[in-house]
């Protein structure tokens, strides 16, 4: 699978933290329609496994309900991992501050 919009990169880097930080559970109103249709694509080519909490399962943390939840393949687990690499790096290239102790990198 190929990641091209801005939109999909950032629903992969929002299952996979959630996945890492909460076992997959996911708050739906930080959903839109486009990302649930998104996420039943990736779910129907494999990509991810995604559902809804059963009513008497969902839990309430500060008043948000997690009530869909997400399982990454392989796949989407290795995407996940190089866009947040390449998002650092992004981030990184912009910082407008010196870095103290920072060495420039040793050539191979």
């Known amino acids: 699978m190929e990641l091209t919009t801005r939109d999909e990169k950032s629903l992969l880097l929002y299952f996979e933290t959630q996945a ?13 329609a486009d990302d ?3 996420a039943k694509r990736w779910h129907e080519a494999g990509f991810i496994q995604f559902g809804r ?10 008043g948000v309900a997690r009530d869909h939840w997400v399982v990454l393949s392989e796949e989407a687990w290795k995407l996940a991992h190089a866009e947040r690499r390449a998002r650092c790096e992004r981030v990184m290239a912009t910082l407008k501050v010196e870095r103290k102790g920072l060495e420039a990198p040793q050539a191979a």
């Open 20 to 32: 890492t930080d909460y076992g997959g559970t996911l708050e739906s109103v930080r959903m839109n």
């Open 36 to 38: 649930f249709a998104l």
């Open 53 to 62: 909490i059963a009513f008497n399962d969902i839990k309430r943390h500060s």
